[in-house]
Structures are given as structure tokens and as C-alpha cells.
């Protein structure tokens, strides 16, 4: 690891673990919090959960595993150059997307509404549940038992009063602190991966084109660019070179105002950092170009009406597992039928959070014994 800067988050100054723990031999305590990440069944099962496109519908499209290899790829970029942790920050980023739903965020929006009455689902405070218990690797603990700064960046938003039951780590929105800066990194990463990679996944899924594109000016500039550079490419390559340099751009301002935010602040140390305010930030300029492209991607893709069709395919299938489960808990498997004698619907949307795209389409046909294709 590069040097850190006076700001960067250290393990040696860690607030430490829930359960204690020997200290690794040969690796940092951030870098065993990546590893027990990356090893767990929550981080593989991220390889059929979808991103845009649900799993079945394609081999090449981005799913919840790519995309946190890519968040931590640019998130350990960007830390470098600004002289952060960067084994902090990719633990951050391979584990901030644990406990989302099967079917992305229609999964999400759906398993919520049927947890409307119980507190509720969200999937950053899911996946702080799966590290914390739900994944059952260690004899001495549930969960992975991860550092504190590690759980603080997984939980990028947080009501008042669900902080209230978070102890250490819901600390920070009760007294309207900031949390670390690779903590903040990661989240802006998250945005530059998938506002650019849904560019990708929508032309390569032809639900919009290259033209729909030029009504979005950073697309376009970029496109301009590459014609110019390269007058004879085409389709995937043009296509590539474009989606590049715009990642680029984002990440090179990202780098360049955040440089610009902490060298004026001047934090001494981390706890200034958390004192002071948002320091890890785009240019105004660059927030407005992101703005518009996540104003085009809302309108021409998540609601193409293909898309929405299979958004409420998903929802159906979420909301009718969900009622199956709670009316029968005895259709639950034996470890989550025990966990539901003492909160069933928590114990259901744990069961159903974990699922896969597939792995949910397969329940749901084995329950009603209908094809939904």
C-alpha cells in the first residue's frame, strides 16, 4: 500500500471489532475484512443477483458481483491518488451490495412494501445484517465480525430510528457526523459504475441506441472525440472507447475536486474528517453532466416498458413469496422455520433477501407450480 495521508483511515488507530480477535499475522485488519468478504456465500451469491437485467436474460450483462468488482476497481484508484486506505475502501465496496434483493431494486421496492408493517426493508442496513449475523462461517461469532470503519461505510444511509438500534455504527447520524473518507469514496465510486456500465448494458441490450445517447451531453462529447480520433470504428469498440473516456472524466474530477475540498479543510486526522463536512465530491460542473445522464437512464431505461415488465414479474414473484412464507413458515427451510418463531416476517425477508434471481424463480415455481416465464 502507497503512503497514507494524515486524514486516511489506519488499522492500527481502528476502533476495532465487535467480538475481539487476535491480530492477523501477514495482512492488515482492513485486509482480513476484505478477505472474510470475498469468501462469503452473501459475495458469491452476488453472481446471479441482477443489476438492470435479471440473470436469465443474458450471459454478458453486469450483475451485483461485476459491479462491486468494478466499484472497488475505481474506489482503489481514486484512494491512491489521494493518498487513502485503499484496503479499507475495497472492502467497503465488495460488500455494499451483501444484502440486496434478488430482481435489483424492484426486488427491493417490494419486499419493503410487504415489510411495510414489521420496520421496513432496506438494503444497506441488509447488508450491515449480513456481516454482522446472518453469515454463519465462525465458531466464536455470527456474522464476519468486521471492523467498525468497514461496517460504517457499508452504511452509507440510515433513519433516526433505526440508528438509535445500530449502536456504535448509527452513532454517526444521530450526532450528524461524516463517515471516513474512503467510507464516502466508495459511495461516489458506486455511482460512477453503474451510471456508466447501465450505459453499456442498455446499448448492448438495444432497449436504447447510440442516438438516444446524443441527447446526453457528456455521452456525446465523448462520442464526438472518439469519431474524430477514430473515424472508422465501430459498434462494440466505439461503443468501449466512449463508456472509457467518460468513466474517466468522472474519476479524474472526482479526484481532482475531493484533492481540492480536503487540501482546503485540511483535516489533521480522521476524526476531523468526521467533524467537518463532505470532503469526497464531484465539481459542480461534473454533478450536473452526472445528473443528466442519470435523468436519461431513468427515463429510457429502467422504465422501458421491457424492463418494466420484468419489474413486475419480480415484484409478483417477491410480494407472493413473502405471503406464501408467512401464512405456511413451514414452507421455510428448517434453519429460517426456527428464526421465524421469534420474528417470522424478519426471518422471511432474510430467506428471500438471500435469494438469487434464479434461485427465487425456481422457489416460486416449486411453491405455486406455475411457469412465469
Known amino acids: 500500500m502507497s503512503e497514507l495521508a494524515p486524514y486516511a483511515a489506519r488499522t492500527q488507530a481502528s476502533r476495532g471489532r465487535r467480538f475481539f480477535e487476535p491480530p492477523p499475522e501477514g495482512r492488515s485488519e482492513f485486509q482480513r475484512d476484505r478477505d472474510r468478504i470475498v469468501h462469503s456465500t452473501a459475495f458469491r451469491r452476488l453472481e446471479y443477483k441482477t443489476q438492470v437485467f435479471v440473470n436469465h436474460e443474458g450471459d454478458l450483462f453486469r450483475t451485483r458481483l461485476t459491479h462491486s468488482i468494478e466499484v472497488a476497481q475505481i474506489a482503489r484508484s481514486v484512494a491512491r491518488n489521494l493518498m487513502l486506505n485503499e484496503d479499507l475502501v475495497e472492502s467497503i465496496a465488495l460488500a455494499h451490495d451483501l444484502g440486496h434483493t434478488p430482481f435489483g431494486h424492484s426486488g427491493q421496492d417490494a419486499l419493503n412494501d410487504c415489510m411495510r408493517e414489521y420496520g421496513g426493508f432496506e438494503h444497506n442496513l441488509q447488508s450491515l445484517r449480513v456481516v454482522d449475523l446472518l453469515e454463519q462461517r465462525y465458531g466464536a461469532f455470527d456474522g464476519l465480525n468486521l471492523c467498525f470503519e468497514t461496517r460504517e461505510g457499508i452504511l452509507k444511509h440510515c433513519s433516526q430510528a433505526n440508528a438509535k438500534k445500530l449502536g456504535d455504527v448509527g452513532e454517526r447520524f444521530l450526532l450528524k457526523k461524516q463517515p471516513s473518507l474512503e467510507a464516502q469514496l466508495a459511495n461516489l465510486a458506486d455511482e460512477i459504475a453503474y451510471n456508466n456500465h447501465d450505459v453499456d448494458d442498455g446499448l448492448r441490450s438495444g432497449l436504447i441506441t447510440l442516438e438516444d445517447l446524443l441527447e446526453v451531453p457528456v455521452f456525446l462529447r465523448h462520442l464526438e472525440e472518439v469519431r474524430r480520433e477514430f473515424p472508422d470504428l465501430q459498434d462494440r469498440r466505439l461503443t468501449h472507447e466512449t463508456i472509457r473516456r467518460m468513466i474517466n472524466t468522472f474519476v479524474t474530477d472526482l479526484t481532482g475536486e475531493s484533492r481540492r475540498r480536503i487540501g482546503e479543510y485540511a483535516p489533521d486526522d480522521i476524526e476531523a474528517v468526521r467533524a467537518g463536512p463532505m470532503l469526497i465530491s464531484f465539481s459542480d460542473d461534473v454533478k450536473r453532466l452526472q445528473q443528466a445522464l442519470q435523468t436519461f437512464l431513468r427515463a429510457r431505461l429502467y422504465k422501458h416498458y421491457r424492463v ?66
Not at 326 to 345: H, S, V
Open 308 to 373: 418494466q415488465r420484468m419489474a413486475n414479474k419480480a415484484k409478483r414473484i417477491v410480494r407472493e413469496l413473502f405471503s406464501a412464507f408467512l401464512e405456511e413458515p413451514q414452507l421455510l427451510p428448517p434453519e429460517y422455520q426456527t428464526r421465524a418463531k421469534l420474528d417470522a416476517p424478519r426471518a422471511i425477508a432474510d430467506y428471500v433477501a438471500g435469494m438469487t434471481d434464479r434461485y427465487a424463480i425456481k422457489e416460486y415455481r416449486r411453491i405455486f407450480a406455475v411457469d412465469i416465464s
